[in-house]
Every structure is written in C-alpha cells, then in structure tokens.
C-alpha cells in the first residue's frame, strides 16, 4: 500500500494514553487507551475507541457508562499494569485502589484525573469501536501541572492483549 499507509502520520502523534475501565454483569476490566478524544463542547461528549480483541471491549459492550483516567508521568507503573496485563488472566483492580463510580465503572483514586461517562452511542470503526461519552461525573484534577503521560512514553510496554 505505498503511499496509502497512513502509519507515517500516526508514528509522529504524541497524545496523552487514558486507562479505561468498565464494570457490567459483575466483570471489572480496564485498559490503557491511545485512541481517545474530546470530540463536542456543547453538549459535552468524548469518544474512546477499544479493541475489539480486548478484554475491556468485552466487558464495555454491556457496560451502560465507561470511566477515563488521565494519568501523569510520575504513574508509569500503572499504565504498565493496565497497558502491559490482561484482564483474561489478571485481576488489576486486586493492584490498584479504586471505588466504584456513580455508574459503576471502577475509578481509579490515584489518577491525576478522570470523568465516568454514560455511553450514548457505539460506532464501529473496524477493529476498535467507539463510544461516546456524556459525562456523568468529574473528579477533580489532582494538584500536579498540565503535564499527562503520552503514548511516546509507553510506546515500548508490551501489550497485555494484541491491538
């Protein structure tokens, strides 16, 4: 595919990573997210696309809200642990600590910060899905600056689960 392969572009994107997680029929499961993105001011909405080989996508199909956790640079460990694991074989909220939120999903108290939204919509975008977000809580920022882990700086964690 020369001169089609759009992999160029992407490889030059340094976006913040997100972890998110869901909670449906009893299953928790969470998972480190480059693909992710503010996508409407008013009314507010945010678009999170998963894998669909990922043990979250399993779980947020019957999920009714997902959560999303900005994570600083001083929290590697945890992008490794929700980047690096699956939910197929490791339970990651056994290694974190968290509460449930106002709609379930596990919030995880040590980010930097984090919103649960409901999902208004799924869009199939091939081998991710989308879903839209309406935020229906928001913790607050924690007290550190702007500055968010990328996917430069997690490109070389091993996934947990293929892409």
């Given at each position: 595919m020369t001169g089609t392969s759009i992999d160029a572009f992407a490889d030059r994107l340094d976006g913040p990573v997100y972890v998110v997680t869901a909670a449906a029929d009893g299953a928790r499961a969470g998972c480190l997210v480059g693909f992710a993105s503010q996508c409407s001011i008013h009314p507010p909405r945010f678009m999170v696309w998963l894998s669909t080989l990922n043990h979250t996508y399993r779980v947020a199909r019957h999920a009714s809200h997902l959560a999303v956790h900005l994570l600083g640079p001083d929290q590697r460990p945890?992008?490794?642990?929700?980047?690096?694991?699956?939910?197929?074989?490791?339970?990651?909220?056994?290694?974190?600590?968290?509460?449930?939120?106002?709609?379930?999903?596990?919030?995880?108290?040590?980010?930097?910060?984090?919103?649960?939204?409901?999902?208004?919509?799924?869009?199939?975008?091939?081998?991710?899905?989308?879903?839209?977000?309406?935020?229906?809580?928001?913790?607050?920022?924690?007290?550190?600056?702007?500055?968010?882990?990328?996917?430069?700086?997690?490109?070389?964690?091993?996934?947990?689960?293929?892409?």
């Amino acid at each position: 595919m020369t001169g089609t392969s759009i992999d160029a572009f992407a490889d030059r994107l340094d976006g913040p990573v997100y972890v998110v997680t869901a909670a449906a029929d009893g299953a928790r499961a969470g998972c480190l997210v480059g693909f992710a993105s503010q996508c409407s001011i008013h009314p507010p909405r945010f678009m999170v696309w998963l894998s669909t080989l990922n043990h979250t996508y399993r779980v947020a199909r019957h999920a009714s809200h997902l959560a999303v956790h900005l994570l600083g640079p001083d929290q590697r460990p945890l992008a490794e642990l929700f980047g690096g694991e699956t939910g197929d074989e490791v339970d990651k909220f056994n290694r974190v600590a968290w509460r449930p939120g106002t709609g379930g999903s596990p919030l995880l108290t040590g980010a930097h910060a984090w919103f649960e939204g409901h999902i208004e919509a799924r869009v199939d975008g091939g081998d991710h899905i989308g879903h839209l977000l309406a935020p229906a809580e928001v913790g607050p920022p924690a007290a550190a600056g702007p500055a968010v882990l990328t996917y430069h700086d997690v490109k070389d964690i091993a996934p947990g689960h293929p892409a």
